[in-house]
């Protein structure tokens, strides 16, 4: 048990591991989420260029008769409820496609981005999007978290509207 006994896990205190709000994952919240997640995944993936295959990589490979179970469902506003982990692979890849927009002045760029080639080590050369589509969960986390810490400034050079804002030094940080 990684060098732990009984008595030394019993004295961390609770409070350390936060437990997430349970009702998120109640299946009524689920049901109202599934249909509006699934027609704005489609349109995302529309914009991308996925074909199906990848689509159902990107939603944990669910069997095409459910794949497209889900779509007519989605298409025809009715109901349905998804899983907690395709939920949560939706929720990434809208993460992704916001974070596009913020970095990327036209979609266009933004998709062009996704389906080139990356020299980041991340990405060892291959475009985004084949870690988007490799199936698992952790891609999709991977490249939201790497759009998230360049919004902050880090990995990717300015886009056009910030490459000519000054950097700021160290006299003009005041603390008062």
């Known amino acids: 048990m990684l060098g732990f006994d009984e008595q030394q896990a019993a004295l961390i205190p609770a409070a350390t591991f936060p437990q997430p709000d349970l009702a998120r994952f109640a299946p009524e919240n689920r049901r109202r989420l599934s249909a509006p997640g699934f027609r704005s995944f489609m349109a995302i993936a529309d914009l991308w260029g996925l074909n199906e295959e990848q689509r159902r990589l990107v939603l944990g490979y669910p069997s095409r008769s459910t794949y497209h179970n889900w779509a007519k469902l989605a298409r025809e506003h009715g109901e349905f ?5 395709t939920l949560t692979r939706i929720s990434a890849v809208l993460g992704i496609h916001q974070a596009l927009g913020v970095l990327f002045h036209t979609e266009a ?13 991340l990405f060892g050369g291959q475009p985004p999007l084949a870690l988007v589509t490799a199936g698992t969960q952790d891609g999709l986390m991977a490249v939201r978290r790497f759009l998230d810490a360049a919004r902050g400034g880090l990995y990717m050079p300015p886009n056009a509207a910030d490459a000519d804002d000054a950097r700021y ?6 603390i008062r």
Do not use: E
């Open 81 to 85: 409820t998804l899983d907690v982990d």
């Open 109 to 121: 760029d933004g998709v062009d981005w996704l389906r080139g080639p990356h020299a980041a080590p």
């Open 169 to 174: 030094s160290d006299a003009d940080i005041v």
